[in-house]
């Protein structure tokens, strides 16, 4: 048993995790609360790591030295991706909300059609280089080979973000509200929730966190561009459904399941059944759990 | 029963048609060339030139149709060849292997002589069969696919660009001789290209005593990270990486392997070897070497070449033009030195005559493929590609 190996996968894993936690909390969020599949998630990601981009760009050339500009970019994506995600909820989903379920569906993947497109003309459909301005540290030299500085960063941010999520919800005035809307619409509605503002805040913080998640992974590897959301977003959705769609908690367990996984049979096995194995997992665990590692299951009341 | 019969008719039928049509195309040719011979004092020399000139891969096939046009105006402005003036005979192909036996034939009925084509490999070997048929020496700018030339199977067959294996064989010889490194990963990104050329890499390695495979993995293209491909590199204790496919992966791979303090060379093909790759990857491209069709931008034939397509079309030209003209010019230089045009003659001068062309100096081995033309090993060095001779 060779342990570095071991540890090395572990944490290629948890950095791909954490990743896929944070864009499959937005998933789960926005289904949680209006039991629709937003699939153009995985670009308000891609948004966040292209708004981060120019911001960069502009400060570089305003002489900004480096961890202060990774602040106000990813401030910046958070802003903007909010705010995209605000105005998608506003014009996509919003005059649906009374419509057949599949009609929001359908509405999500041109969301993310369009979005994907405007981006690449917008832009360019090229590969860009993203700057890495996560410095590696001095002290985390001897143990390069199995983990890095923009690593340890992603679970930190992770980690606090995950914090700040369940606080939020647990105990303020808006997570009782948004919990209250998650349990019954109607009901909230009738006691005085304002429904509208509760889902539309949804819509920004999964937008926030999926900025960050963005940031953060364009800085790891290095690169973006236009279509970088499709398969992190699949990827991300396929981890709150193996962690239970609905479930805050359940996603960012559903995440790192999955990125140990496929870091797991990559090195062990073979990378280029990556994706098959990582699909016959979740079948595995569905076919058992049908609603999730930590989905409550659904009883429909007739 | 009965229905089957009566499905296998219109086939006969149209068996018998196309063999009826085809064998009075060639009678009607024979009647029609000592009339011609009588209108001039000799027949014009016919080249055919076929490719996809329609539809998606239009831009690959429309370059050689010039190609060859400027060669034979310039050769027929200096009174032909031998006194004969040149005709082209432009057939398209669409790339689809039915059309190209199709346009073979027709180009066969109208007396051609040589073709320059076809433009993609499976076109190709659709139509060389025919070709070898009728005697006709074809000779492709771009058709890529290995087995054209090493099966065997068509003698009249040659081309002015290097086979899809020529890259992995380059590449192998690179690491084994000139890096002397023993363990290689071999790494793809599943795609025809990159696999094909993995796998071609793979097994001149296994039948090399010099190296050994130590990983032979594909890697998903578009994922989010690849530290554990590239933990899996460090682990299986490789020398050096081969890796078929294109930048984006390679940028992402390289930079991941070079932030581990991984400093094994890293060597990839012509879908590595863009401005693209160096942008992207920047510091960590340093270093990187890539295999690249031979730098013909300082061959005088190649920028003259060049320059009368500018002034002719108004325009740079496209896809495989110098290897078209170079085709075109290999094939004319044939007819004059064998100073005959029927078939023995014609590949006899072709693999014994060396020409100036814009891709070098070149002639054809036994097999077909062109000596002199093929790929050279560049390596990032300040941020460019330069070759290492």
New interface residues.
């Given amino acids: 048993m ?1 342990w570095d ?1 071991l540890l ?2 572990f ?3 948890l ?2 995790g954490s ?2 936690a944070l864009i499959a909390l937005g998933y789960t969020m926005v289904y949680g609360i209006i039991s629709l599949i937003n699939f153009a998630h995985g670009e308000i990601y891609m948004i966040g790591a292209f708004t981060a981009l120019i911001v960069i760009g502009v400060l570089t050339l305003a002489g900004w030295n480096g961890m202060a500009i990774l602040l106000i970019a990813a401030a910046a994506a958070v802003v903007y991706a909010a705010a995209y995600g605000w105005t998608m909820e506003r014009i996509a989903y919003r005059p649906l909300r009374r419509a057949p379920r599949l009609s929001a569906l359908i509405s999500a993947i041109g969301m993310s059609l369009f979005l994907q497109n405007y981006v690449r003309m917008a832009q360019t459909a ?4 993203f700057p890495n301005l996560i410095p ?1 540290f001095a002290c985390l030299k001897p143990v ?2 199995i983990v ?1 500085a923009s690593e340890i960063v992603i679970y930190a941010v992770t980690a606090l973000v995950m914090l700040l999520l369940t606080l939020l919800v647990k105990f303020t005035r808006m997570g009782k509200a948004m919990r209250a809307t998650a349990q019954d619409r109607e009901m909230a509605m009738l006691s005085g929730v304002d429904v509208d503002q509760v889902i539309s805040l949804t819509f920004i913080i999964g937008s926030a966190i999926a900025a960050i998640g963005g940031v953060l ?1 364009a800085s ?4 973006i ?1 236009f ?2 959301g ?3 977003g699949i ?1 991300a959705f396929v981890a709150a459904v193996l962690g239970g769609i609905g479930s805050m908690p359940g996603a960012v367990l559903g995440g790192l399941v999955l990125g140990w996984t ?3 049979f ?2 062990y096995v ?3 059944y ?2 098959v194995f990582a699909f016959l997992f979740l079948v595995g665990i569905l076919i058992f759990r049908p609603s999730g590692l930590l989905g409550r299951k659904q009883t429909e009341k007739v | 029963m009965n229905v089957r019969i009566s499905g296998r008719a219109p086939l006969m039928a149209a068996i018998f048609l196309i063999a009826f049509v085809s064998l009075w195309t060639a009678c009607s040719q024979k009647e029609g060339a000592p009339v011609a011979s009588e209108q001039k004092n000799l027949p014009p020399i016919k080249i055919a030139v076929v490719g996809s000139h329609s539809g998606d891969l239009a831009s690959y096939g429309i370059p050689s149709v010039r190609a060859a046009q400027l060669v034979v105006d310039q050769r027929n402005a200096a009174c032909g060849i031998a006194g004969r003036r040149i005709e082209l005979l432009v057939e398209d192909d669409v790339c689809k292997p039915e059309l190209a036996a199709n346009a073979a034939t027709k180009v066969i009925g109208d007396g051609a002589q040589v073709v320059v084509g076809h433009i993609c490999s499976g076109a190709t070997k659709a139509a060389l069969g025919i070709y070898k048929e009728a005697r006709l020496v074809a000779m492709s700018p771009s058709a890529t696919n290995p087995a054209l030339t090493q099966s065997g199977e068509y003698p009249n067959f040659f081309r002015t660009i290097a086979s899809d294996d020529a890259q992995a064989r380059l590449e192998v010889d690179f690491v084994l001789g000139r890096l002397k490194a023993q363990k290689i990963a071999v790494l793809h990104d599943k795609g025809d290209y990159g696999k094909g050329l993995a796998e071609f890499a793979k097994g001149f390695i296994e039948a090399d005593p010099r190296g050994a495979v130590v990983l032979f993995e594909g890697i998903t293209p578009g994922a989010v990270d690849y530290s554990a491909v590239v933990n899996k590199i460090n682990q299986s204790g490789a020398q050096a990486v081969i890796y078929g496919g294109y930048h984006p992966e390679a940028s992402k791979i390289v930079s991941q392997m070079r932030k581990k303090a991984m400093t094994i060379p890293f060597v990839s093909d012509d879908g590595v070897k863009d401005d693209t790759f160096i942008k992207v990857a920047g510091e960590f491209a340093e270093g990187v070497y890539a295999t690249g069709p031979v730098d013909t931008t300082r061959n005088p034939i190649a920028i003259e070449a060049v320059a009368a397509h500018k002034a002719k079309y108004g325009e740079d030209p496209g896809a495989f033009f110098l290897n078209a003209y170079a085709a075109t010019l290999a094939l004319v230089n044939a007819f004059e030195k064998a100073c005959a045009t029927d078939y023995d003659a014609i590949v006899k001068a072709l693999r014994s005559e060396w020409v100036a062309t814009p891709l070098g100096i070149i002639r054809f081995d036994e097999r077909g493929d062109a000596i002199g033309v093929g790929f050279a090993m560049y390596q990032v060095q300040g941020g460019k590609y330069a070759e290492i001779k």
Avoid: C, W
């Fill in positions: 060779n190996y090395s996968l944490m290629g894993g950095t791909r990743i896929y090229n590969f860009l280089p590696d390069a080979h890095r992974i790891h590897v290095g690169q561009n279509y970088i499709f398969l992190a990827k496929e870091s797991f990559t090195g073979s990378s280029d990556e994706d």
